[in-house]
Each structure stands twice: as C-alpha cells, then as structure tokens.
C-alpha cells in the first residue's frame, strides 16, 4: 500500500525567507515521487519529480526536494520565497503495484506575506 | 497551457441526471487519468486508461464510468448525480504506462443542485 502525509495544511512565509513544504511517505515498492502546485482555479503543475537517480532533486521556479529513503521523506525547498510562489502544493506519490497509481497528499497551501 | 483540453470548464446540474466530461490528452500521450479534487476528500484519483483500455482503478463509484476512446480522448461519465459529487474533476495525460510526469487539464467544475 501507498500513503501520503503532508505534514502541515498551511504555512505561511515572509517574502525572500526560506519556503519548507514537508511530506512523508510510504511504499511497499520503490517508488516515484512527486511535488505538484495548484494556482487558484487552475490545473495542477508538476514542480519537479524524483525516479530513482539524484536524491537532490531540482524543479521548475527555484524549487528544490531532497529524498531521504530513512527518514521516507521527500521535503520541499526554496532559498526565497516569491509572491508569485503563494499557491496548493501537493505531494504524490507512484509505484508500480501491478498498475501504477498516483497517490496524492492533503496539499499545503503556502501564504507569503509581503 | 499543459496541452490538456477538458470540456465543459463548467457545469451546473441537478440532483438524479447524468452529465460527461471530456478530455483530450496532449498529443501523443497514450495514458489519460481522471481525478475527483473535493474540499473534504481532497485529491481522489479515479481511473486510469491506457491506449483504450482501462489500467488502473481507484476510489470511482459505480455511478461513474469511463472510456478512451480509438483517437485517446476519453469521457467521464457520472449518473444518478448526487450533492456530494460536486466537485472539480480533472484529466491528465502522460506518454506512457508508468511513473511518468501526469500533464493536468484545467479541470471540470461540477455544481449539483
């Protein structure tokens, strides 16, 4: 089986401070691992996704997530936060459990103050 | 723009009909994915096609069914509507069957009355 937990549902930043979005997991397999965002009233967008090779994996807008198979996490990083960052992330998880279905998190929804 | 088109963007029915969602996938992408996106359940996955067939099944009820067709557009179809399937449903795609990037379409906001 395959779960999810993104471990806050809101977190709210100052503009140019760090941005951490925390996500565990779990997976009977080896999985893939996913950080989607979602602006308002819009589809989701993949930010960036780890396979099995580097465990510092670097995405779209400066973002960053680093998997830690001991800890079963898969954080979410960003050295500065931009307004435009203010969005719902979501962290997803995928395996090949005889089909491959993706496993999405709670979502945390990131507020930058100016 | 991902390449994912989803029509109607918006849809307003009532309790009891039938409405169908539809999907084209980015060209050349043989996999297409429905998503229910809800405030209380969040992102629920449905169902997966792959190249016509169905691949993979998730939290879909019976009321609701789905296809892919020959040209890969696929159709969601959700009958015996109730209040509590008002929601936003989304369709991606991706290239192949696996852990591949999931390409989102804007999404289907469904109002039941």
């Known amino acids: 089986a395959q779960s999810v937990t993104q471990l806050d549902s809101h977190v709210s930043v100052s503009e140019g401070t760090p941005v951490l979005l925390r996500c565990n997991y779990s997976?009977?397999?080896?999985?893939?691992l996913f950080w989607y965002v979602q602006h308002p009233n819009k589809g989701l967008q993949l930010l960036l996704k780890y396979t099995s090779a580097a465990t510092l994996v670097k995405g779209i807008n400066g973002f960053e997530a680093e998997f830690k198979k001991s800890e079963t996490s898969f954080h979410l990083t960003k050295p500065s936060a931009h307004m435009s960052d203010a969005a719902e992330y979501f962290c997803?998880?995928?395996?090949?459990?005889?089909?491959?279905?993706?496993?999405f998190g709670a979502g945390t929804r990131l507020f930058v103050k100016a | 723009d991902s390449g994912v088109t989803q029509t109607p963007k918006h849809l307003i029915t009532a309790t009891g009909q039938r409405v169908t969602l539809r999907c084209s996938p980015r060209s050349g992408d043989l996999s297409v994915y429905w998503y229910q996106q809800s405030l209380d359940q969040g992102l629920q996955f449905l169902i997966q096609y792959y190249n016509g067939e169905e691949r993979a099944k998730g939290n879909i009820l019976e009321r609701f069914s789905a296809q892919q067709f020959p040209d890969l557009h696929s159709e969601l179809n959700l009958s015996s509507l109730e209040l509590g399937d008002s929601a936003l449903y989304f369709c991606?795609?991706?290239?192949?069957?696996?852990?591949?990037?999931?390409?989102f379409g804007p999404g289907t906001r469904l109002l039941v009355l």
């Open positions: 997803a998880v995928s395996a090949n459990t005889g089909g491959f279905k993706t496993i």
């Open positions: 991606a795609s991706s290239a192949v069957l696996g852990a591949e990037t999931q390409y």
């Open positions: 997976s009977s397999y080896s999985p893939s």
